[in-house]
Nanobody, 114 residues
Framework: QLQLAESGGGLVQPGGSLRLSCVTSGSATYELAWYRQTPRNQRELVATISTGGMTNYAAFAKGRFTISRDNTKNALYLQMNSLKPEDTAVYYC??????????WGQGTQVTVSS
């Protein structure tokens, strides 16, 4: 049973930055991803990173967010810059997917507001 725990959320002003972290109990062999969810929307994909470091981003994240991983620390990161109020959401990290069992963290709240 893989365990994931996010941290780094908080309140930030528009235009500001946050770095989210997700520590796992052992995720080097999993594809990892960040998702987000607002009360009105379904959970949506933010970015993915393969075991080899290949990345993909949702259109809204391109140019502003950067996903990275450190397999030596079993950690996943999301650097978020130029934050907008519409980025306000609970952010989740995920390991696995497709034919591989999925594991989710509990989420961390990001609020972008002045």
């Amino acid at each position: 049973q893989l365990q994931l725990a996010e941290s780094g959320g908080g309140l930030v002003q528009p235009g500001g930055s946050l770095r989210l972290s997700c520590v796992t109990s052992g995720s080097a062999t999993y594809e990892l991803a960040w998702y987000r969810q607002t009360p009105r929307n379904q959970r949506e994909l933010v970015a993915t990173i393969s075991t080899g470091g290949m990345t993909n981003y949702a259109a809204f994240a391109k140019g502003r967010f950067t996903i990275s991983r450190d397999n030596t620390k079993n950690a996943l990161y999301l650097q978020m810059n130029s934050l907008k109020p519409e980025d306000t959401a609970v952010y989740y990290c995920k390991a696995g997917g497709g034919l591989v069992r999925e594991y989710w963290g509990q989420g961390t709240q990001v609020t972008v507001s002045s």
